[in-house]
């Protein structure tokens, strides 16, 4: 079954604690993309790789890292998460170029305290 | 960089009834226009899709229409259903640029 996986689903952790969200996608997508969508706001795109070992910041890269060793896996990094990261967080894929059809994760909702 | 306004931010109709959301983009350069639909606690997932060589396109009771001369796109719903109660995203971005740009997303409420 086509799709896009992430983990973990929900998390509720500590200011400055450093966690990893991953998304991992079956698809053999070139594309690869994190969102962080808050009441009112919107998806705000944080980061996306067009290629293995390519990335780009989004519109709200601030205190995000991410990597793309491996072209199925794009996990999301906080380093030192605050509480104004608590969203919830979407990871999605596609092939890019004239076919851009996002597909999306199921989400993980993040509370920092 | 591309901004992307979307309204209203929240539509109520009466089943049955159309709705229309509206969205324009600043982007001369953007060519790709999708619309997503978001159920409550669901991933937002596509439902049509436009690229600046069409003017309009149409899926049974979806539609999309672009005017590339005022930088706006809108949503036609019509016959709306209970199942149609969702928040809707709209997009844009342009072809070799993978950056996407959201609207601030509909909530639209079908009333039975």
């Known amino acids: 079954e086509a799709q896009v996986t992430q983990n973990p689903r929900y998390l509720i952790t500590v200011t400055g604690k450093k966690l990893t969200v991953t998304c991992s996608q079956n698809m053999n997508h070139e594309y690869m993309s994190w969102y962080r969508q808050d009441p009112g706001l919107g998806l705000r795109q944080i980061y996306y790789s067009m290629n293995v070992e390519v990335t780009d910041k989004g519109d709200v890269p601030e205190g995000y890292k991410v990597s793309r060793k491996e072209k199925r896996n794009f996990p999301l990094i906080l380093e030192s998460p605050s509480p104004n990261q608590t969203s919830l967080y979407f990871c999605?894929?596609?092939?890019?170029?004239?076919?851009?059809?996002?597909?999306f994760g199921a989400g993980t909702r993040l509370s920092v305290l | 960089g591309e901004n992307v306004e979307q309204h209203p931010s929240t539509l109520s109709v009466q089943e049955g009834d159309s709705a229309v959301i509206k969205c324009t983009y600043s982007d001369s350069a953007s060519n790709y226009f999708p619309w997503y639909k978001q159920e409550l606690g669901k991933r937002p997932q596509l439902i049509i899709d436009?690229?600046?060589?069409?003017g309009e396109k149409k899926d049974q009771r979806i539609a999309v229409t672009l005017n590339k001369t005022a930088k706006h796109f809108s949503l036609h719903i019509t016959e709306t259903q209970p199942e149609d109660s969702a928040v809707y995203f709209c997009?844009?971005?342009?072809?070799?640029?993978?950056?996407?740009?959201f609207g601030t997303g509909t909530r639209l409420t079908i009333i039975p």
């Open positions: 999605a894929s596609s092939y890019g170029g004239s076919k851009n059809i996002q597909y």
């Open positions: 997009a844009a971005t342009s072809h070799g640029n993978e950056k996407l740009t």
């Open positions: 436009i690229r600046s060589n069409v």
